[in-house]
């Protein structure tokens, strides 16, 4: 079935690939971070479009993988790079999606998260100058913070902790946003900023710290699910096709858009609502344990999706209990025990 599967795809995408290339249509499109969570998803959406695809990481978070039922795609290309670095190819877009993005990735190294962020930001930027190529900033709801308004529309300017455990990455985030502006200011680069709110799925790693996966694997363990603080705070979850899709939507709009606009799903949610849904669908014998909050951690986390749906007409297809469903569906193939109780 896995071979069959691979097949129809390099087929339909060959037919696509010959068609774009026979009207001069075909792009050659760089993805950073492209192994990783958002990235090995973004790979395949550019696929089937017909497209070529540049997929480079260091994988620091990314896996090859997440890239298993595309490696052998003849339009592929996977390079190894970290783009603190700069980095020479000859593309015609670029979606610069690098960074770590959980709390305990990116707080592990936080000088490398801001440089990532950053450096990556100048390098990527300085390369869509010179190729006079538009290119695509994956920012992240966390330029917000600890929001005072809600829901967080894309004109609220974020309640931040610059010198806090999260900063790494949510100042390296709102730094990177501010040197896009600059460059499409100072040198006309063609833009695009997307906030992104948090989003789920296969391929998302299962120690990676979030609070889906994190309640996934303890519930499909029977282990307690850890609960920080009273469970009160809420966040909207997007499944991640959805994503890639309001994602691929922003980079097809016209020059004058620019962003930032929020991509997310307005469905909110407590912690306490997500635990027990999730408890429910693995038919888990879990117990909720309480911790204290992390520092800076946002109480409300909810986005205003109008501009997305006013500009791109876009907006989640997808419920968070059938996101769930195919999200703790993958992670049973990630687990040895629980592989033989998979239907096929």
């Known amino acids: 079935m896995y071979l069959e599967y691979k097949k129809l795809l390099i087929y339909f995408t060959g037919i696509i690939f010959i068609l774009k290339f026979s009207k001069g249509i075909m792009k050659k499109i760089l993805i950073t971070g492209g ?36 490696l052998d795609h003849p339009n592929l290309e996977v390079l190894q790079h970290d783009i603190t670095t700069p980095l020479f190819v000859e593309v015609d877009e670029i979606y610069n999606l690098a960074s770590p993005a959980s709390p305990i990735h990116y707080q592990y190294d936080p000088v490398h998260t801001t440089k990532t ?34 829901p967080q529309p894309e004109s609220y ?15 390296g985030k709102r730094c990177a946003e501010t040197l896009f502006f600059d460059y499409h200011r100072q040198h006309k680069v063609q833009i695009k900023v997307m906030r992104i709110f948090n989003t789920y799925g ?8 979030r609070v889906v996966s994190n309640f996934i694997m303890q519930a499909l ?38 962003g930032p606009i929020n991509i997310g799903n307005p ?56 996101g769930l469903e195919k999200t703790i569906a993958y992670f049973e193939t990630q687990i040895p025990e629980h592989i033989g109780k998979i239907v096929l």
């Open 35 to 70: 192994a990783g969570f958002l990235g090995s998803h973004l790979c395949k959406k550019l696929l089937l479009e017909g497209n070529q695809v540049l997929a480079v990481d260091n994988f620091y978070t990314g896996r090859r993988d997440n890239l298993t039922d595309l």
């Open 157 to 171: 300017w974020g309640n931040v902790n610059p010198i806090g455990p999260r900063a790494c990455y949510d100042e």
């Open 221 to 258: 363990h029977d282990q307690p699910i850890t609960i920080y603080g009273n469970g009160s705070q809420t966040r909207s979850f997007c499944y991640v096709e959805d994503l890639i899709e309001g994602m691929y939507a922003l980079m097809q709009t016209s020059k004058e858009v620019t």
């Open 117 to 150: 962020s950053v450096l990556g930001a100048i390098h990527m930027l300085g390369l869509a100058k010179r190729l006079n190529i538009k290119i695509l900033q994956a920012s992240t709801s966390e330029v917000y913070g600890d929001p005072a308004v809600h």
């Open 202 to 209: 296969p391929h998302m790693q299962a120690n990676d710290g």
């Open 267 to 322: 469905g909110e949610f407590s912690m306490l609502e997500l635990a027990q849904t999730i408890i429910e669908l693995t038919g888990s014998k879990s117990e909720l344990v309480f911790k204290p909050l992390p520092q800076d951690d946002p109480k409300q986390r909810k986005p205003d999706i109008r501009q997305a749906q006013e500009v791109l007409g876009w907006e989640p297809k997808i419920n968070l209990r059938e």
